[in-house]
């Protein structure tokens, strides 16, 4: 093989790699990135469970610190961990922490989330994604999984599985954030 065609063969690869590399990103750009600590809170949309179905989204919280507990109503560790965030919501929801709960239940559950709500006795807000599409968004492994967006937008802590959303220094951390002033 002369020079001129080993030359050609690698011009020819790093087209097919440069080309392979733009597709994979501008294809999957979503799922190259990560949602982890650090990084910026995505968007989602989700439903009022109040029979106006209107849909909400991170926007209607900006400004804000929210914990954001996604969730089933048939996740053993969700209905374990919800009296904790109930009792994080009494303790803390007067100082402005707004918990949202949204349940991945598929369509037609409505009354069952309602009925879990009832259960708990849940005062924070309940939201409905029928299609799942939250836990693409933001990554999930499973349910229950749970972000804490500081008011910058920015996630603070992610937890995987079922917690102590009362203990003290889960806490500590949101009344800190909670001193954060609004931009």
Not at 61 to 73: C, D, G, Q, R, S
Request: aromatic residues 8%; charged residues 20%; glycine residues 8%.
């Amino acid at each position: 093989m002369t020079a001129k065609q080993q030359w050609q063969v690698v011009a020819a690869i790093v087209v097919l790699l440069a080309g392979g590399a733009f597709a994979a990103t501008h294809f999957l750009k979503d799922e190259l990135t990560s949602v982890t600590i650090g990084s910026d809170a995505p968007t989602f949309a989700a439903a009022t469970l109040d029979g106006t179905h209107k849909t909400k989204t991170l926007a209607d919280y900006k400004n804000e610190v929210v914990v954001l507990n996604i969730w089933a109503t048939w996740c053993g560790p969700c209905r374990e961990e919800m009296p904790s965030i109930q009792k994080l919501h009494t303790a803390l929801g007067p100082k402005g922490l707004k918990i949202v709960a949204v349940s991945i239940d598929p369509a037609g559950k409505e009354q069952s989330i309602i009925d879990f709500e009832k259960e708990f006795g849940l005062s924070f807000e309940v939201l409905h994604d029928s299609t799942g599409v939250i836990q693409s968004i933001y990554r999930t492994t499973g349910v229950p999984e749970t972000f804490v967006i500081g008011r910058d937008g920015v996630i603070r802590k992610k937890f995987i599985g079922g917690e102590d959303w009362n203990s003290e220094p889960n806490r500590r951390l949101l009344e800190v954030l909670l001193a954060e002033p609004r931009s």
